[in-house]
């Protein structure tokens, strides 16, 4: 009986992944209109029928191109770092509160910034191995700015919790069966959309990319396939911060038909800012984070707490 179990999980976790990828591929091709409608202009999208061939045939270009590697490259980190970047983005997926289950447990909440925060190293590793320049600079300026913002990711994160008590996902559901937290809770959820624009590293806090100072940042030297599991990971990512979004403040009730569509608004929202604002200056994106969006947090912090606090004594 043990064995079927972990063969269901495992079959799980696999029609989970493959569902991401599936999901990912059709992504880039909404961003591609998106951005086409928003510049006025048409963009690589009309291929076959309204361009749904587009992704598949992107994902085939890359992966048969010949790989090329840097002569004085670190090889085994320099090939490495790409697949560990995409098997992290997708562990996050195995949180999400299916019927299936997945690993939906008491602490899922901890996990998902323990696996968020290690991120941080494939990046950081990407740029050391490619001996270049250009990639070593975008790798730091990456990782400083995604340091910089889990910290504030996570105190929002703590806010939420506070009013749950809780660090299961699906608590968030049974909380937000009458009002959801968006209208509670309000200036900490722009909060913490900004923040996840900045830890996804998207427009306007797009750094790791800054083409006009560095080129292409700390994925530069790739191509082929280590580029394109790159651009897996960072898109697995978008998808997933917009269903934390709307777990956290948007209902998050995952069984119903709207959670879908609202998790699809929510990945329009990272390419609509994409296609209208341009990029911010580095220094003000950290006098940002630690200025004025962690004193925020932690303000609200001490706010709900207190409100929680307040409550129990009236109901004492």
Not at 106 to 115: A, E, N, P, R, T
Not at 145 to 174: C, D, K, M, P, R
């Amino acid at each position: 009986m043990f064995l079927k179990d972990i063969l269901l999980l495992m079959l799980s976790m696999i029609i989970t992944f493959i569902c991401v990828l599936i999901g990912v591929a059709f992504l880039t091709l909404l961003e591609r209109k998106v951005l086409g409608y928003i510049q006025i202009r048409k963009g690589p999208n009309k291929v076959g029928m309204l361009g749904l061939l587009q992704p598949f045939s992107d994902a085939i270009k890359l992966f048969t191109k010949e790989s090329s590697s840097p002569l004085l490259s670190n090889f085994s980190f320099y090939m490495l770092s790409p697949v560990i970047s995409l098997m992290l983005a997708l562990m996050m997926w195995l949180l999400v509160p299916f019927f299936s289950n997945l690993l939906t447990f008491q602490y899922g909440i901890l996990f998902f910034l323990c696996v968020s925060s290690m991120s941080v190293y494939p990046t950081i590793v990407a740029g050391w191995s490619s001996n270049s320049n250009y990639a070593m600079l975008g790798s730091l300026r990456s990782v400083a700015q995604t340091i910089s913002y889990e910290v504030a990711l996570s105190l929002v994160l703590l806010s939420f919790l506070g009013l749950t008590l809780s660090f299961n996902l699906l608590s968030f559901l049974v909380f937000q069966k009458y009002v959801w937290f968006l209208f509670l809770c309000f200036p900490l959820s722009l909060v913490w959309v900004l923040s996840s624009l900045a830890e996804t590293n998207r427009t306007p806090f797009d750094f790791a990319e800054g083409e006009s100072e560095l080129v292409s940042g700390f994925n530069v030297e790739y191509s082929s396939g280590g580029f394109a599991l790159i651009f897996l990971a960072e898109y697995s990512n978008i998808l997933f911060m917009s269903m934390m979004s709307v777990i956290l403040f948007l209902g998050g009730n995952i069984y119903s038909f709207s959670f879908f569509l609202k998790l699809v608004f929510m990945s329009f929202l990272w390419l609509w800012v994409r296609g209208t604002l341009p990029r911010y200056r580095y220094d003000k994106l950290m006098y940002l984070a630690w200025k004025s969006i962690l004193p925020i947090a932690l303000n609200f912090i001490f706010f709900y707490l207190g409100m929680k606090f307040f409550i129990h004594v009236l109901l004492a």
